[in-house]
């Protein structure tokens, strides 16, 4: 009984780090945190946790804990930017309790996820990133708005017929098919067909990257305990689904090898990818950064990423698979959105008409169609809270919180969403919270 409350008492001795600091916190639940233990414990979804955390809370930031690691929660939007933007270069990492020699230790699939942007960490990954910047520029997204074009028409044609019918569909299912297509065309060059069959295999396989069983759940939660990664690894348990992963892997691959023997360009996300793998620079000019990349660069002298192929390979597949259930949801719920108020509609539809055939740089001066996507971010948001691991022992102006090295601090976006202060009557979808005039009062 002493050697097993010894160890408790071992285990739990950071369980009051915040309190010691004169610091509110969310009480820990062992083994789990504050955060994890309550979802253990109830039923409720994690954003609805989030909410009520942050509203038991009236301070700037408050303490929390994953498994037997204190976390700090920022719940203030200036603080937020600090982290976000301002400091950047501190806090690149997605999480600073990673195990640093997972890779050494993974599965072959597992590896393929461990070589991409999300999680990469450190000098490597400020490396890979800046190599990877010159793709998302508004020059080449111009480029890639040309392929979404075709894929939009059909979108399009299949409302169509359905309204014709006078029968109803599935939205989510539908927007799903969008995003799989314009992103698969715009990353890789291949005509996923989604809009064509019930469900292709690509589609197949993408559905199931995002399924989660019980096992795989519980294989997820044990890899955020520190020194499990590598320990999974060494048993050849895969976290991934291995199946979808060689399905996306060897698909990529394949269109990598094609286009090296055609020699046909395409300027979609390989070709530029290729070109970095070749070395050969991707020129951008300043006046295609959007405000976030200016405000946000990486400071200091930055080493060359050795992009090979594998690295290609996984983060050509994490745009693809991110961008594929992330925009098929906010499209899901501004359509929901829009189709419930004819103001919105209205209001969207004289923007959209003042162009006959609207270009890329036709919408980036669309600036209610644009408050319409930032309200449902706002709403629905797709990233309920935003991790990132210090790089260096570190103090938080304004509250003069100090970080330690490796030490995650969170942003509880939801909760800063549905903040009054923030938002007047957050539960409400008021697209004029984005205006130019509600933005300079933040």
């Known amino acids: 009984v002493i050697v097993v409350v010894a160890l408790y008492k071992y285990l739990t001795k950071d369980y009051q780090h915040w309190t010691k600091l004169g610091l509110a916190q969310d009480e820990p639940t062992f083994p789990f945190g504050s955060l994890l233990g309550e979802l253990v414990k109830g039923k409720k979804a994690s954003c ?3 909410r009520e955390q942050y509203e038991r809370h009236n301070t700037k930031v408050y303490g929390g804990y994953v498994f037997l690691n204190p976390i700090l929660v920022i719940r203030d939007p200036e603080l937020a930017k600090i982290v976000l933007v301002r400091d950047f270069n501190n806090f690149v990492d997605r999480s600073g309790m990673i195990s640093p020699d997972r890779s050494k230790h993974s599965t072959v ?5 461990n070589r991409q942007l999300t999680t990469l960490s450190g000098d490597e990954w400020k490396s890979v990133r800046s190599s990877l910047s010159p793709i998302f520029t508004s020059g080449k997204m111009k480029v890639m708005f040309a392929l979404m074009q075709h894929v939009s028409n059909e979108f399009l044609d299949t409302i169509r017929k359905h309204s014709e019918k006078d029968e109803a569909f599935e939205l989510k299912d539908l927007c799903g098919r969008f995003t799989m297509d314009s992103i698969s065309s715009c990353a890789i060059g291949f005509n996923a067909g989604s809009f064509h069959e019930d469900e292709t295999i690509f589609v197949k396989n993408a559905k199931g990257l ?7 759940m519980f294989l997820f939660v044990l890899s955020l305990v520190p020194g499990m990664n590598a320990l999974l690894g060494r048993l050849g348990i895969s976290i991934s ?3 979808e992963t060689r399905f996306f892997y060897n698909l990529i691959k394949a269109s990598i090898e094609a286009r090296r023997k055609s020699g046909e360009q395409r300027n979609d996300l390989i070709d530029l990818m290729i070109r970095i793998m070749k070395d050969e620079e991707i020129t951008t000019g300043e006046d295609e950064l959007d405000q976030f990349e200016n405000d946000a660069k990486l400071k200091g002298p930055v080493k060359k990423a050795e992009f090979d192929e594998l690295t ?5 597949m994490v745009m693809l698979l991110a961008g594929y259930e992330t925009t098929a949801t906010t499209m899901t719920w501004a359509l929901f959105e829009i189709a419930r108020s004819e103001e919105i509609q209205r209001k969207l539809w004289e923007e959209v008409q003042q162009f006959d055939d609207p270009s890329y740089t036709d919408f980036m001066n669309m600036p209610y169609l644009d408050c319409v996507v930032n309200e449902s971010l706002r709403k629905y948001p797709q990233a309920t809270a935003i991790s990132r691991g210090s790089q260096e022992n570190y103090i938080l102006e304004d509250v003069n919180i100090p970080i330690k090295k490796g030490m995650d601090v969170y942003v509880n976006v939801v909760g800063i969403h549905y903040d009054p202060q923030n938002y007047p009557n957050p539960n409400e979808f008021n697209p004029d919270n984005f205006t130019r005039e509600a933005k300079a009062t933040r």
Do not use: E, V
């Not at 995002?210 to 795989?216: D, H, N, P, Q, V």
């Not at 290609?312 to 050509?316: F, G, P, V, Y």
């Open 48 to 50: 609805d946790l989030l």
């Open 109 to 113: 699939t597992d590896k393929i996820w």
């Open 210 to 216: 995002f399924k989660r069983s019980g096992w795989a």
């Open 241 to 243: 689904r291995p199946q």
């Open 312 to 316: 290609l390979i996984a983060n050509a």
